[in-house]
Structures are given as structure tokens and as C-alpha cells.
């Protein structure tokens, strides 16, 4: 062996338990380590540490890719859960129609078009894509 490959595989021992995600107690150790050299490190990409913290970011996105996956939604349940969340009835979204037609929406018997679409995305502030 080199003495290069000696000297990484020194270190190696001390930095790979920082790098390693198989597990959730792993995981959680991740993230408070991340938040800590986020404290630490900000957005300054001078810092001798910044490297470390965005593989470290990579590497939980990795995990919670795989074992927090995001479910699929409709655009009927997306929009009743920001009705639940900005305490809205059916009656108060003019933009999509009137109470009869948000009702059809959310309950599937209706589908959000174009034209609704972009007004509730304007209205909640959100990005179009999360009604399709």
C-alpha cells in the first residue's frame, strides 16, 4: 500500500462513521449533524466544511428518498388539504367555480382543468404542478 492510501485510510476510519446512513438512529444522527454544521458553515462556500455539509445533504436525501417517500396526491386531495389548511368551504374558491363545482372536484367526479389550475396555484401560492 502507498503511503497516500495509508494516510486516507487513516483518516477513513475516523470520517466514514460521519458519512454512513443505513439505519434510522444513523439517519437522526445525520440530520442533527447537518443542522449543526448548517449553524456553523451558513451558505459560505469558502468554508473548509461546506464540502462536508453538502455531501452530507446529499447523502440524507439519498435515505429519505428511500425510506420517507412522498405519497402521490390528486389535485382534489391537494386542493382540500390547502382548503383544511387555509380554513376554506367549497364556497370560498370562486376561482375554481362555484360551490357545486368545487364539491364535483373533491369528490372526484370532476376533473381541475387549465384555467383552475393556474388560479389556485395563484391563490395559494403554490407551483401549478402540485394539482397534477
Do not use: C
Amino acid at each position: 500500500m502507498t503511503l497516500a492510501n495509508n494516510q486516507i485510510q487513516t483518516h477513513w476510519v475516523n470520517i466514514a462513521p460521519l458519512l454512513a446512513i443505513r439505519n434510522e438512529r444513523e439517519y437522526n444522527a445525520a440530520v442533527k449533524r447537518m443542522n449543526e454544521l448548517l449553524d456553523e458553515v451558513g451558505t459560505n462556500e469558502k468554508h473548509p466544511l461546506y464540502s462536508l455539509l453538502d455531501t452530507l445533504g446529499t447523502l440524507i436525501r439519498a435515505y429519505e428518498e428511500d425510506h420517507f417517500p412522498i405519497p402521490t396526491s390528486t389535485g382534489a386531495e391537494v386542493l382540500r388539504f390547502l382548503m383544511e389548511e387555509h380554513g376554506l368551504g367549497q364556497s370560498d374558491l370562486p376561482e375554481a367555480g362555484s360551490q357545486g363545482v368545487v364539491s364535483e372536484i373533491l369528490n372526484g367526479r370532476r376533473e381541475l382543468n387549465v384555467r383552475q389550475i393556474r388560479a389556485l396555484a395563484k391563490r395559494f401560492k403554490v407551483s401549478p404542478a402540485v394539482f397534477l
